[in-house]
């Protein structure tokens, strides 16, 4: 697929443009939320603003769900047209009322939209007291799906943003990984987890090892960890000041997962928090704030307005392919030295793996990418006796997480499932890591490959050690040399998922910014396992 027409990168570019109150640079919004804080009836005299941008996601190939964030109260309606001019074909759908109950964050469902298609949309906010003053219309696009195998796939996939200090830093140009990672006109964009890091607060100037300094936009809620509800969405609107993320954003549909720092390192269900910088020492609280506010921030219909709905699923994209998005968070049970020879909770939770199970066997896509929000080979340690992740080093039989795991890898290989492929991030590298019965102690599953990515924007780490159970190996890897190098020094890593609409073949490229090609392997569709 090639890059948009200039016509097209230049409307979204033009139709993001803040308002000048809110601008630091061409890049950047300033972070003023003054006029988020305060009442209604204090900022009713101008009209309603979508300062934030737009994001779409959940696309299907008759539907799509479109999200924005209003500056005040106001009522969303959304535009659409096949064409990028609006000359014809305008429909008008929504009426969604924003509010402070979510924030001022909305979504509208767009219905009955052809499939395998570009749709335009433009969101139009308007007063609620008087329907005729409206804002500054926002523009967007994305691709329906389509129905027809013949068509392409590309997906992009990465995670970790804004962590271990290294914020928006106009300096360097913000988050330029986004304005790379547009142009390669991707249908969607896997986020996969750590989506903002609410335990990681931000400082304006931080020292680098080579004596310069790196400095971050900041504001009120980076300043110390996310516990409240409000600090929470700051979290999320924080990122949005970004303007390679709003243009982005604009263009390439999201399909968001969780991890852990969206609530707080290393968190799992019922902990008791012991960081002084707390002062909610309930980590279940902590969590449904977050999850509150993860719905209200990305375009996930179901997860809106609070602490309901899975944030497991199955999203399908045409005859090519289907992601199963996994949450290694919400079921887990608590992190320890994981040996237990009998574990039924493991990493995913009895209902999530049979949930997983079945979709597995029932999907008819070509290609069939499990969406895992941490690794399963690399040992991914939780201070000196726990780990974090599913492998905890021993080389032998399936221990603790690592039996769960072996269920589905065994399930996958009885039930002749083709096509199964492993994506991930968390670990802060990339890596293609192949797995294979002939080097494992557990041996009764098909071999497949897991690539690693990111992180997108956060601080960089040496490789992880890999975990000999499932027999893991590493095909590449690159990685920082030390702990925490920043993005200035480590480059973001993202990956990249092309599916050839004839062959069926799918080609994943591990990619660095600045458009370094780091790793490239070809799979071959309708095996059980691949070499």
Excluded: C
């Amino acid at each position: 697929m090639a890059p948009l027409p200039h016509t097209r990168r230049s409307l979204l570019g033009s139709s993001l443009a803040v308002p000048a109150g809110l601008v630091l640079s061409g890049a950047f919004a300033a972070p003023a939320f003054a006029a988020s804080r305060r009442a209604p009836a204090l900022v009713l005299s101008g009209r309603p603003n979508a300062l934030w941008g737009t994001q779409s996601g959940e696309i299907t190939a008759h539907s799509a769900t479109v999200w924005t964030r209003s500056d005040r109260p106001a009522r969303m309606y959304v535009e659409t047209s096949p064409s990028e001019s609006f000359r014809y074909g305008v429909r008008r759908h929504g009426g969604v009322f924003l509010g402070p109950a979510t924030d001022f964050t909305g979504t509208v469902t767009l219905r009955d939209l052809p499939p395998g298609r570009q749709i335009h949309y433009r969101i139009v906010l308007a007063d609620p007291a008087d329907p005729r003053r409206t804002g500054e219309p926002v523009r967007g696009t994305f691709r329906t799906t389509p129905v027809s195998r013949r068509h392409d796939v590309r997906f992009l996939w990465s995670g970790d943003l804004a962590g271990q200090g290294w914020g928006i830093n106009p300096e360097v140009g913000g988050y330029r990984v986004f304005e790379e990672m547009r142009l390669r006109d991707p249908d969607f964009f896997l986020f996969s987890g750590d989506t903002i890091y609410a335990d990681g607060p931000l400082q304006a100037a931080v020292p680098r090892p080579d004596g310069t300094v790196w400095r971050n936009v900041t504001s009120e809620e980076k300043s110390k960890v996310a516990e409240t509800l409000a600090e929470f969405r700051g979290n999320f609107r924080y990122n949005l000041l970004d303007r390679n993320l709003r243009d982005f954003n604009a263009q390439v549909p999201v399909l968001a997962q969780w991890d852990d720092h969206e609530v707080r390192n290393n968190w799992y269900p019922g902990q008791r928090i012991e960081d002084p910088r707390y002062t909610v020492k309930d980590v279940d609280t902590l969590a449904g704030r977050a999850r509150q506010a993860f719905g209200e921030y990305f375009p996930v219909s179901d997860l809106r307005g609070g602490a309901e709905g899975r944030m497991y699923r199955v999203v399908r994209h045409g005859p090519l392919l289907d992601v199963f998005v996994l949450d290694m968070r919400t079921y887990r049970n608590p992190n320890s030295p994981d040996t237990q020879t009998v574990d039924p909770i493991g990493i995913l939770g009895p209902e999530q793996l049979g949930r997983l199970k079945r979709e597995l066997s029932r999907s008819r896509a070509t290609w069939k990418v499990i969406a895992a929000d941490m690794p399963l080979g690399i040992v991914v340690a939780d201070g000196a006796t726990d780990f974090e992740a599913v492998a905890q080093g021993d080389p032998g039989a399936p221990l603790g997480r690592e039996l769960q795991i072996a269920e589905l890898l065994r399930h996958i290989k009885h039930q002749r499932i083709t096509g199964t492929l492993w994506l991930t991030a968390d670990v802060h590298y990339t890596a293609a890591n192949h797995y294979a019965p002939e080097r494992a102690a557990f041996t009764d599953f098909a071999p497949f490959w897991e690539f690693v990515s990111g992180p997108i924007g956060a601080g960089a780490f040496p490789a992880g050690r890999l975990d000999a159970t499932f027999g893991a190996r590493t095909a590449y890897v690159r990685s920082a040399s030390v702990a925490n190098m920043s993005p200035a020094e480590n480059p973001p890593y993202y990956g990249e998922v092309d599916i050839d609409g004839d062959s069926g073949d799918l080609t994943v490229r591990l990619r660095q910014q600045g458009g370094r090609v780091l790793f490239t392997k070809t799979l071959r569709p309708g095996r059980v396992g691949q070499s």
